[in-house]
């Protein structure tokens, strides 16, 4: 049986911030991990410990979606992951983020296909002016930050279990979640191939 895990986010312009604490205790979270809203990059500490501590099974739980992720994007990479890792996700005041019942998992589906959707197009458009650019003797495009090298460096660093996700992420120059997408982090030994 998972926990339920909570996890708040927050900033100057809330106008009550102890309204999403006093939310997700009243949901019997066994931690909940608040961060708040610096406006940098780095300002999400115990979102990083959180992911860390999730365990199959777990329920996060969060006030609002907007919480969670940066953008659209970001938001589903995260809530797929998690789902992916047997983590279930869950937004209190509003129904879009339920991924614990098979209805919240659909509809979730849905919103994660549209977005899929509306980024073929951006990349198709990309590809299509980065094909003209080439025509016209440019080169473009992004490299993936995640090389084959990396990728092996990150899976031998989680597999010695002396480092967390926060401090792998850390020497790859990446994100946790771009860890996370990247490594095996199933455990041998526990009915897993």
Aim: charged share 25%; with cysteine.
């Amino acid at each position: 049986m998972g926990h339920k895990i909570g996890y708040a986010r927050v900033s100057a312009t809330d106008q009550d911030p102890q309204l999403q604490l006093d939310a997700l205790n009243a949901e019997g979270c066994l931690k909940i991990y608040k961060d708040t809203a610096t406006g940098t990059k780095a300002d999400r500490p115990q979102w990083i410990l959180c992911l860390d501590n999730l365990r199959p099974g777990d329920t996060l739980l969060i006030w609002k979606i907007d919480r969670l992720g940066r953008n659209l994007r970001d938001l589903i990479d995260i809530v797929t992951t998690l789902d992916e890792r047997g983590v279930g996700v869950q937004s209190l005041t509003n129904g879009i983020v339920d991924t614990t019942t098979a209805h919240g998992k659909l509809v979730f589906g849905v919103f994660a296909l549209m977005a899929e959707y509306e980024a073929g197009l951006i990349r198709e458009r990309t590809k299509a002016g980065l094909a003209a650019a080439r025509s016209r003797g440019r080169k473009g495009g992004r490299k993936p930050k995640m090389t084959a090298e990396l990728i092996n460096k990150a899976q031998r660093m989680y597999d010695a279990r002396q480092f967390t996700m926060a401090e792998i992420a850390q020497s790859c120059a990446v994100t946790p979640m771009t860890i996370y997408r990247n490594i095996q982090t199933t455990k041998t030994g526990l009915g897993h191939p």
